[in-house]
């Protein structure tokens, strides 16, 4: 971290000039995403705070690829509407190209697609205010490097060459390029708040988590505690008799038919049948865990927050220590030695405590969800809260920034089955899930729908909001297995990778065998259709079709996620699906519709994690990790197409 942030830090602390003035007009109309359509009534109703309606689409082409969403309002936490915030824009941007030796002048297209949500604390302002800016900003500062991504090759030089010692500086990758146009445009929403705050009544603060769909990868900037996670499909043996990844089969099924081609034909056609007939009836979807986003609270992100303290020690006022004591500290703890951490830090040391410290209370307490910054807030990252002052009148915003940590996955490096998923959501839901407790929803919503069902991601949206609300009971919100819902506003994109128009190299073999083409037209459907809908600001509600609205109480109890598939087998041998070389090229086993939408209970398992299973805490400087469902080992990943570029040392922050 450079001396320059933390004069940008200090600068945030607002004049009494500048602070907000009261009376002043909403910039937004308290409002909820423009491609849900909601009516004036189901407006109404999805602020309920007893009822916590779970509000999700029903036209599969409001968003691209047939993503799903859903959300729901607070259960009386907060006396403000839903907090939360979403959005989704489709762009496509003209840039211009010059040839160095011919001076010809080309023009090309970047396609983008962008999702995000953000959760807004102390007001709804800062939320609805990202929501509806944040994209511009993504929009132009990816503009601004355009002629360099159109470039050939995955690093281009910033500076052509000049002279007989060449560029003046070294390539930089297009990856490199993409991160700071997403950690620039992340400053540049914080810094328009800051600016707009003194003419619009903007409250409060918000997390934020974008993903943005471009030239065959994906990248996902978080600030904050909201969460991007992929689950996917572990890879499946290639079938000798079909040429491509199924089921398990009997093998007397599986190597019939060697007498002629029509006893071959005959068997495959068997074959295939009892693939889907198992695929129905027991096989389970297995699935693992990417993670595209770590979680920033005081906990995490103590460092960088230590470190201000320290080379800014007037911003605590002497009501705060810097320190990190491994106890609560006490007067007969005076003169005795016990272990505390610095900023530079990652052990413990001895110290021997002094009255001074004694007096002082700790700048960061508690653990996980509970911790808190200068005994005030949860978070450490995000937009807005230029206003906020905790105890001794001291102000918080120069500890918070709103600069991202930016993860990359390569989604063309990989082919993706319809049971892939990006799930988005804030941490209303994750403080109730695990990423392993949401793969396991994924899976047993996803294995009772058929692939060929464009809402069920819908529906995989609205089982992830149910399993984390729960039901309505005498105890409050609890889950199915009676422990505590969550209470927190919740929303939630479930962005199926196997409909984007860049998936791995096996979706042209899957049009080839007939089983894709429906897949590969549900990609392109509606991406610039639902671009042209969430472009457009508010004008009315001219009676759209009706969202669908989930029941509550004892009416609701079966809405909870499917039952979880038993294993089948011992599984394969432990191994890290990412250290794979090649990528997986086959089609998937199309799977029989088994019911439709119809929600059935969610397994004690969502809670109660398997034996010997893990939970990954990966700290700030730790690489992605993923989890083999089966093993439940968690490795890091050396994969190629799935790494992380932020720099999480001091320095970087």
Not at 67 to 85: C, Q, Y
Not at 313 to 341: A, T
Not at 343 to 370: C, I, N, Q, S
Not at 396 to 402: A, E, H, M, N, Q
């Amino acid at each position: 971290m450079s001396v320059e942030m933390l004069q940008i830090g200090l600068d945030a602390v607002p004049h009494p000039t500048e602070r907000a003035r009261s009376g002043l007009p909403a910039r937004y109309p308290d409002c909820r995403p423009n491609f849900l359509h909601l009516s004036q009534n189901q407006l109404k109703y999805s602020k309920d705070h007893e009822a916590r309606p779970v509000m999700n689409l029903t036209d599969t082409d409001r968003l691209p690829w047939c993503t799903g969403f859903a959300e729901t309002i607070n259960g009386g936490k907060s006396p403000f509407t839903n907090e939360d915030h979403a959005a989704y824009d489709y762009e496509r941007l003209e840039v211009a190209s010059t040839d160095s030796s011919t001076g010809q002048e080309t023009l090309h297209h970047i396609e983008l697609w962008y999702f995000g949500v953000f959760d807004g604390h102390a007001g709804g302002g800062a939320s609805i205010f990202s929501s509806k800016n944040l994209q511009k900003h993504v929009v132009a500062a990816l503009r601004n490097i355009g002629h360099l991504l159109v470039k050939d090759g995955e690093s281009v030089y910033v500076d052509e060459p000049t002279g007989p010692l060449g560029p003046s500086c070294p390539p930089v990758s297009k990856d490199s390029l993409v991160r700071g146009a997403l950690e620039q445009a992340f400053i540049d929403m914080d810094a328009q708040i800051h600016r707009e705050r003194a003419t619009y009544s903007i409250p409060g603060g918000c997390t934020a988590v974008a993903a943005v769909f471009m030239m065959g990868k994906l990248y996902v900037a978080n600030a904050g505690d909201s969460r991007a996670t992929i689950c996917r499909e572990t890879s499946r043996p290639i079938c000798a008799r079909c040429s491509r990844a199924c089921v398990a089969v009997p093998s007397a099924v599986r190597h019939a038919g060697s007498g002629g081609d029509d006893a071959s034909d005959t068997a495959k056609q068997q074959h295939e049948s009892s693939a889907a007939t198992a695929a129905a009836a027991a096989v389970p979807l297995t699935l693992e865990v990417v993670e595209m986003s770590h979680d920033f609270t005081p906990e995490t992100d103590r460092s960088r927050l230590q470190y201000i303290a320290m080379l800014q020690p007037k911003l605590l006022r002497g009501y705060f220590g810097r320190l990190e004591w491994q106890k609560r500290l006490r007067k007969r703890d005076i003169d005795k030695r016990v272990m505390c951490r610095d900023a530079h830090m990652k052990g413990w040391v001895f110290r021997t405590v002094t009255e001074e410290d004694v007096a002082l209370a700790p700048m960061l307490t508690g653990e996980g969800k509970r911790s808190r910054l200068l005994g005030t807030i949860g978070t450490s990252r995000g937009f807005g809260d230029h206003d906020l002052v905790g105890p001794g009148d001291i102000h918080i915003k120069p500890f918070l920034t709103p600069a991202p940590e930016v993860i990359v996955y390569d989604v063309s490096a990989r082919h993706h089955t319809a049971n892939d998923v990006l799930i988005m959501a804030t941490d209303g839901l994750w403080e109730r899930l695990t990423n392993e407790d949401a793969r396991d929803v994924v899976a047993n919503v996803l294995a009772t729908e058929p692939d060929s069902d464009q809402s069920r991601y819908i529906s995989l949206a609205k089982q992830l909001v149910l399993a984390a609300r729960g039901n309505l009971t005498s105890k409050g919100w609890r889950t199915v297995t009676d422990e505590q819902g969550s209470y927190d506003d919740i929303t939630v994109f479930a962005i199926p990778l196997g409909n984007c128009p860049f998936n791995g190299p096996a979706a042209a073999a899957e049009a080839e065998e007939g089983e894709g083409s429906q897949q590969l037209d549900r990609r392109n459907t509606a991406s610039r259709g639902a671009a042209k809908g969430t472009a457009e600001e508010d004008k009315g509600d001219a009676e759209p079709s009706e969202p669908a609205v989930e029941a509550t109480g004892d009416d609701a109890t079966a809405s909870a996620a499917p039952p979880a598939a038993e294993t089948v087998g011992d599984g394969p041998a432990s191994v890290n699906p990412l250290l794979e070389t090649t990528p997986t090229d086959q089609a998937k086993q199309s799977k029989p519709s088994v019911g439709g939408l119809a929600p059935v209970d969610r397994p004690d398992s969502l809670s109660k994690p398997t034996p010997g299973s893990t939970s990954p805490n990966p700290s700030l400087d730790s690489d992605m990790v993923v989890v083999d469902s089966l093993t439940a080992k968690t490795t890091p990943s050396v994969e190629a197409g799935v790494y992380n570029v932020a720099g999480n040392d001091i320095a970087d922050v």
